[in-house]
């Protein structure tokens, strides 16, 4: 099979330019898109714990550890220890981490729009369930 027929090939470059585009616009607040996609686990909640964010996220625990440090440096999140269970570690948004919300929900759904404004409606539904179930495959088990 030709390399530019592969699905990975596919994926990866598709997933690589939206992920450029939106680096870029989300560079104004200092926030990464998987700084945005913590933030977005946390938004409405009083807090969440990191292999629940690592687990909705699709990521290692051992990469979620670095991306909370960045964003706890940065004054977005805190991390506390649940006083009933010291095993549990309690990540909460902080208030500079709300104020973005606003802002990058709006520069998210302007990216959404830009990537996809060359689709028709059942296009976008297409593609996006069709990228669901290859998301949800456990190929070779």
Same mark, same amino acid.
């Given at each position: 099979?030709?390399?530019?027929?592969?699905?990975?090939?596919?994926?990866?470059?598709?997933?690589?330019?939206?992920?450029?585009?939106?680096?870029?616009?989300?560079?104004?607040?200092?926030?990464?898109?998987?700084?945005?996609?913590?933030?977005?686990?946390?938004?409405?909640?009083?807090?969440?714990?990191?292999?629940?964010?690592? &687990?909705?996220?699709?990521?290692? +625990?051992?990469? *979620?550890?670095? /991306?909370?440090?960045?964003?706890? @440096?940065?004054?977005?999140? %805190?991390?506390?220890?649940?006083?009933?269970?010291?095993?549990?570690?309690?990540?909460?948004?902080?208030?500079?981490?709300? &104020?973005?919300?606003?802002?990058? +929900?709006?520069? *998210?759904?302007? /990216?959404?729009?830009?990537?996809? @404004?060359?689709?028709?409606? %059942?296009?976008?539904?297409?593609?996006?369930?069709?990228?669901?179930?290859?998301?949800?495959?456990?190929?070779?088990?």
């Amino acid at each position: 099979m030709e390399l530019k027929e592969c699905i990975n090939f596919l994926l990866t470059n598709a997933q690589h330019n939206v992920f450029q585009y939106l680096s870029k616009r989300l560079t104004e607040y200092d926030v990464t898109p998987l700084q945005h996609g913590v933030l977005s686990c946390l938004m409405g909640k009083s807090y969440d714990t990191p292999k629940h964010l690592a &687990e909705n996220l699709s990521l290692e +625990t051992s990469t *979620i550890s670095g /991306v909370l440090d960045r964003m706890q @440096k940065k004054g977005l999140i %805190d991390r506390v220890v649940n006083k009933e269970d010291r095993r549990e570690v309690q990540v909460r948004i902080t208030e500079k981490g709300r &104020e973005l919300e606003e802002q990058i +929900t709006v520069v *998210i759904d302007d /990216v959404n729009a830009e990537v996809l @404004k060359s689709f028709t409606d %059942d296009e976008i539904a297409y593609l996006k369930n069709s990228l669901r179930h290859i998301a949800s495959s456990n190929f070779g088990e």
